[in-house]
T-cell receptor, first 110, second 116 residues
Framework: GQQLNQSPQSMFIQEGEDVSMNCTSS?????WLWYKQDPGEGPVLLIA?????ELTSNGRLTAQFGITRKDSFLNISASIPSDVGIYFC??????????FGKGTTLSVSS | KAGVTQTPRYLIKTRGQQVTLSCSPI?????VSWYQQTPGQGLQFLFE???????NKGNFPGRFSGRQFSNSRSEMNVSTLELGDSALYLC???????????????FGSGTRLTVV
């Protein structure tokens, strides 16, 4: 079935470092979404992208909708301990609500 | 305003039993969708309801069913539980119908189901 390939699977970084993660698909998406999930909680929407080439920021987070419409990138600048969690990319597919990537687990050491 | 409320938060059931999970969407939200989250498969779509009608359904066996009530609250039921049904079940609500959401889904904290 449809898959979103998310990488890296996990990251271990020092507080203050910048982080990059990406999501790719073999098929085109018209919307890309980035979620963060904290332990014991549901995913929370961070950024939504609706147009190819779009670059959108939310505080220290910046996401881009790839020109090919088959990929998206999320960057976190100057990471802090509360950035710890699992980051998911997601996109809508006909017949479903959302398809999710497997997630990138971020660990930040202070 | 209150978020998406899922009850119970934790549940332990025995193989072969059935279970019902509940989701109360944000007030005014009429679209409710359900997802299963496991370490191996990640987040997988189960079904979506809008105005008491199932609009979309994921690739899960018929043991998984759901419904939505006139007040937009939703329940999902799993019959004849299997060990592999152990997962975090997440509910998400949205103000707009599935075709027009702009994907503004708000997720609840989930129900952690353990089948023993």
């Amino acid at each position: 079935g449809q898959q979103l390939n998310q990488s890296p699977q996990s990251m271990f970084i020092q507080e203050g470092e910048d982080v990059s993660m990406n999501c790719t698909s073999s098929s085109i998406f018209n919307t890309w979404l980035w979620y963060k999930q904290d332990p014991g909680e549901g995913p929370v929407l961070l950024i939504a992208l609706y147009k190819a080439g779009e670059l959108t920021s939310n505080g220290r987070l910046t996401a881009q909708f790839g020109i090919t419409r088959k990929d998206s990138f999320l960057n976190i600048s100057a990471s802090i301990p509360s950035d710890v969690g699992i980051y998911f990319c997601a996109g809508p597919r006909a017949g479903t609500a959302l398809i999710f990537g497997k997630g990138t687990t971020l660990s930040v050491s202070s | 305003k209150a978020g998406v409320t899922q009850t119970p938060r934790y549940l332990i059931k025995t193989r072969g039993q059935q279970v019902t999970l509940s989701c109360s969407p944000i007030s005014g939200h009429r679209s409710v969708s359900w997802y299963q989250q496991t370490p191996g498969q990640g987040l997988q779509f189960l079904f979506e309801y809008f105005s008491e009608t199932q609009r979309n359904k994921g690739n899960f066996p018929g043991r998984f069913s759901g419904r939505q009530f006139s007040n937009s609250r939703s329940e999902m039921n799993v019959s004849t539980l299997e060990l592999g049904d152990s997962a975090l079940y997440l509910c998400a609500s949205s103000l707009k119908p599935p075709a027009d959401t702009n994907y503004g889904y708000t997720f609840g904290s989930g129900t952690r189901l353990t089948v023993v």
